[in-house]
């Protein structure tokens, strides 16, 4: 066997190494490098003594994604490929966690984490995939860092509230929706209802969107104002933390943009031929996504996002069904506000909403078929490089549909038919009942020509 498997345990400023073969037997034992030039420099030398050696070998190395410490590693395994057979891999490090579990290791260190992620590649390679080139390195490291200027967006707004709702609790009766940019200038000008009350109609008429009328109205609220904070420090705190959330809004704004605008990728305008997909929602999609080829069917799409249906059946009865919630929260946000868009501005989706909430669909529940439906749009989308057309899903429909109305008999009891003399509960025997009603309608409807069961041969 020429394939050799290279484990690789990322740590802050260094790494640990190790060689197995595909019989799991150790090739090259442990050995530690930094993650500096010299260090580079030495794994690069250590590959030209191991292909020297190894005539036609190929060697598959696999890391974990370990917050962006390995990030430095694989770019220098994919520059080593230009001269040695080599495929570098990003492992999910729970994956490789359970796979150490199963193995029993009862010891952790960093020799055998390493172990663990070369068994890890040979065990399980249907879960692996080798790049080439990561395309969505800079993106995805962009999109964090905007999720993280949003979430410390949130953590400003929630402070906020709390101190206007003391300095002057009327203003937000103008926040229900969300907090307007005329409010945040505002209270930076006149942060408490005691600064408001004192202020005069034509310096609150400079503000953008506050017209006489809305000024009139703010600084009469501000004189019969309940606000129980009125000190300098609050109105320094109120003042610092809107013009902060201002600051942080435009920052968001401008990443937003500039991702946009040197993001190049085709499948970005491949998602955008979606009706209610932008620009901002096709990055974010693909970038949690990543390489559809990861999943073999949508199924497995649908599980990564975590819109599967989980229910339990045993016995006579089926509870517990709703969705299931699991995995990555981000990118099933996103789904969401697309479903949102899209019912009602998206005809095929409008369609499917709407069907739904005439059959007695609650308006959530309507929402997560039409998630459901989006994502496996773009998993057709995504897999056969085609742009949306809605004609196609239609046909699809109809397909299902004419397949779905013979039913197709149940090949669990393929070794006995149903007794009457079981002792089944009341619930198991009306299903009972139903189901051979249904198997009579389909008889006298298709002309099926199935054996009578013996149990209602009189």
Same mark, same amino acid.
């Given at each position: 066997?020429?394939?050799?498997?290279?484990?690789?345990?990322?740590?802050?400023?260094?790494?640990? +190494?190790?060689?197995?073969?595909?019989?799991?037997?150790?090739?090259?034992? /442990?050995?530690?490098?930094?993650?500096?030039?010299?260090?580079? /420099?030495?794994?690069?030398?250590?590959?030209?003594?191991?292909?020297?050696?190894?005539?036609?070998?190929? #060697?598959?190395?696999?890391?974990?994604s370990?917050?962006?410490?390995?990030?430095?590693?694989?770019?220098?395994?994919?520059?080593?490929?230009?001269?040695?057979?080599?495929?570098?891999?990003?492992?999910?490090?729970?994956?490789?966690?359970?796979?150490?579990?199963?193995?029993?290791?009862?010891?952790?260190?960093?020799?055998?984490?390493?172990?663990?992620?070369?068994?890890?590649?040979?065990?399980?390679?249907?879960?692996? @995939?080798?790049?080439?080139?990561d395309?969505?390195?800079?993106?995805?490291?962009?999109?964090?860092?905007?999720?993280?200027?949003?979430?410390?967006?949130?953590?400003?707004?929630n402070?906020?509230?709390?101190?206007?709702?003391?300095?002057?609790?009327?203003?937000?009766?103008?926040?229900?929706?969300g907090?307007?940019?005329?409010?945040?200038?505002?209270?930076?000008?006149?942060?408490?209802?005691?600064?408001?009350?004192?202020?005069?109609?034509?310096?609150?008429?400079?503000?953008?969107?506050?017209?006489?009328?809305?000024?009139?109205?703010?600084?009469?609220?501000?004189?019969?104002?309940?606000?129980?904070?009125?000190?300098? @420090?609050?109105? /320094?705190?109120?003042?610092?933390?809107?013009?902060?959330?201002?600051?942080?809004?435009?920052?968001?704004?401008?990443?937003?943009?500039?991702?946009?605008?040197?993001?190049?990728?085709?499948?970005?305008?491949?998602?955008?031929?979606?009706?209610?997909?932008?620009?901002?929602?096709?990055?974010?999609?693909?970038?949690?996504?990543?390489?559809?080829?990861?999943?073999?069917?949508?199924?497995?799409?649908?599980?990564?996002?975590?819109?599967?249906? *989980?229910?339990?059946?045993?016995?006579?009865?089926?509870?517990?069904?709703?969705m299931?919630?699991?995995?990555r929260?981000?990118?099933?946000?996103?789904?969401?506000? #697309?479903?949102?868009?899209?019912?009602?501005?998206?005809?095929l989706?409008?369609? @499917?909403?709407?069907?739904?909430?005439?059959?007695?669909?609650?308006?959530?529940?309507?929402?997560?078929?039409?998630?459901?439906?989006?994502?496996?749009? *773009?998993?057709?989308?995504?897999? /056969?490089?085609?742009? +949306?057309?809605?004609?196609?899903?239609?046909?699809?429909?109809?397909? +299902?549909?004419?397949?779905?109305?013979?039913?197709?008999k149940?090949?669990?009891?393929?070794f006995?038919?149903?007794?009457?003399?079981?002792?089944?509960?009341?619930?198991?025997?009306?299903?009972?009942?139903?189901?051979?009603?249904?198997?009579?309608?389909?008889?006298?409807?298709?002309?099926?020509? #199935?054996?009578?069961?013996?149990?209602?041969?009189?």
């Amino acid at each position: 066997m020429n394939d050799y498997y290279l484990g690789i345990d990322v740590s802050k400023g260094y790494a640990d +190494f190790i060689m197995l073969d595909s019989a799991k037997e150790i090739v090259e034992r /442990n050995f530690q490098l930094d993650d500096t030039f010299e260090g580079h /420099n030495k794994l690069y030398i250590f590959f030209e003594s191991f292909f020297h050696t190894h005539h036609g070998a190929t #060697v598959y190395a696999g890391v974990e994604s370990t917050g962006g410490y390995e990030n430095n590693w694989i770019t220098c395994l994919h520059k080593f490929q230009s001269n040695f057979a080599i495929k570098a891999a990003r492992l999910n490090p729970k994956g490789v966690s359970h796979h150490g579990k199963a193995t029993m290791k009862r010891v952790t260190t960093d020799k055998i984490s390493a172990i663990t992620i070369a068994e890890y590649l040979i065990t399980h390679p249907e879960k692996v @995939i080798y790049l080439e080139e990561d395309y969505f390195y800079s993106l995805k490291r962009q999109w964090t860092f905007i999720r993280m200027l949003v979430k410390q967006k949130v953590q400003l707004l929630n402070q906020w509230e709390s101190f206007v709702y003391n300095a002057n609790p009327e203003i937000l009766t103008y926040c229900r929706d969300g907090v307007p940019q005329w409010v945040l200038r505002l209270l930076t000008l006149f942060p408490t209802a005691a600064s408001m009350a004192k202020a005069t109609i034509s310096s609150l008429v400079e503000i953008p969107y506050v017209k006489e009328g809305l000024a009139k109205k703010l600084i009469e609220s501000a004189k019969r104002s309940v606000a129980s904070a009125t000190d300098v @420090i609050y109105e /320094n705190t109120i003042q610092s933390l809107s013009a902060e959330i201002r600051h942080k809004e435009k920052l968001i704004k401008a990443q937003l943009k500039l991702m946009a605008q040197h993001c190049h990728l085709p499948e970005i305008d491949l998602l955008k031929t979606f009706k209610c997909i932008g620009d901002f929602s096709a990055i974010g999609l693909l970038i949690e996504i990543g390489p559809i080829e990861r999943f073999v069917s949508v199924k497995h799409l649908a599980s990564f996002f975590g819109l599967h249906p *989980i229910y339990k059946m045993s016995g006579d009865g089926i509870w517990g069904m709703h969705m299931s919630k699991q995995g990555r929260t981000q990118p099933r946000a996103i789904l969401f506000m #697309v479903a949102l868009s899209a019912s009602v501005h998206n005809p095929l989706i409008r369609e @499917i909403y709407l069907h739904h909430i005439k059959k007695g669909k609650c308006r959530m529940d309507a929402l997560g078929v039409c998630m459901h439906k989006i994502l496996r749009i *773009i998993y057709g989308m995504l897999k /056969n490089n085609t742009p +949306f057309d809605p004609e196609i899903d239609r046909k699809n429909r109809e397909t +299902f549909k004419s397949k779905k109305n013979i039913e197709l008999k149940d090949t669990k009891r393929r070794f006995q038919q149903l007794d009457d003399n079981a002792p089944i509960s009341r619930r198991q025997d009306k299903k009972r009942k139903e189901r051979e009603q249904s198997q009579s309608d389909n008889i006298t409807k298709y002309e099926i020509s #199935v054996p009578t069961p013996l149990h209602s041969i009189n």
